[in-house]
């Protein structure tokens, strides 16, 4: 049984270019949320995706945007990089957005923006 | 606002010692507190949870201890080992609308020597 996957693993951008990063959830997973986390500090929550749609929002910029397909694999798209996005991006699915709090994480998407 | 406050910052305990690490929350309204660890370069994994209607739970030398009156709860590692040593992040989750929020403490650093 997959767990979460993510890809890429590891990215090197400059400022003011964009990003794409993926994400497959759990076999049974329907739900998907992603996290930034800068070195040293907690998950950040970014935004969470439930049938196509987002549902939760954290405290982000519009520059962080998302997308849930069908199958329910999810992208992340940051526009206008910054030095501070620089962080790992975790993907973590669920099982509905009524979930009491187990998430499985993917082993992220460690970007740098240069 | 951090909601949930998590201490100490960094542990370090014998190979055979027992680590404790300390959550507090203020919201009478969570209602499932997981813990997570996360090993250097990985995601976080569920370590072990626990509702506020009981009192401890333990998974092997793992144990969650909760005080709903005083709003604390912590992890205890027993017989703690050098494969133990990574970060720990307790979390509180709640209804936000339909959606279930996950609020997380900042984390600990657990370094076990050998």
């Known amino acids: 049984d997959a767990g979460v996957t993510q890809s890429p693993t590891h990215l090197i951008k400059t400022r003011g270019q964009q990003v794409t990063l993926r994400c497959s959830p759990k076999s049974g997973h329907d739900t998907v949320s992603w996290y930034q986390q800068a070195l040293g500090q907690g998950p950040q929550f970014i935004f969470q995706y439930y049938e196509e749609e987002e549902r939760q929002r954290g405290n982000f910029p519009d520059r962080f945007s998302g997308h849930q397909f069908p199958n329910y694999s999810s992208e992340l798209n940051v526009n206008a990089l910054l030095l501070g996005d620089s962080a790992l991006y975790l993907c973590?699915?669920?099982?509905?957005?009524?979930?009491?709090?187990?998430?499985?994480f993917g082993e992220g998407s460690r970007l740098t923006v240069l | 606002q951090q909601q949930v406050k998590q201490s100490p910052q960094s542990l370090i305990v014998q190979k055979g010692g027992i680590s404790i690490i300390n959550c507090a929350y203020e919201n009478t309204a969570f209602d499932y507190f997981p813990w997570y660890q996360q090993f250097p370069g990985k995601g976080p994994a569920l370590l072990i949870a626990?509702?506020?209607d009981v009192s401890e739970k333990k998974e092997g030398r793992f144990t969650i201890s909760f005080n709903k009156s005083a709003k604390q709860f912590s992890l205890h590692i027993m017989d703690s080992q050098p494969g133990d040593s990574a970060t720990y992040f307790c979390?509180?989750?709640?209804?936000?609308?339909?959606?279930?929020?996950?609020?997380w403490g900042l984390g600990t650093s657990l370094a076990v020597n050998p």
């Open positions: 973590a699915s669920s099982a509905g957005t009524g979930d009491t709090g187990e998430l499985f």
């Open positions: 626990i509702r506020p």
């Open positions: 979390a509180a989750s709640t209804w936000a609308g339909n959606n279930r929020k996950l609020i």
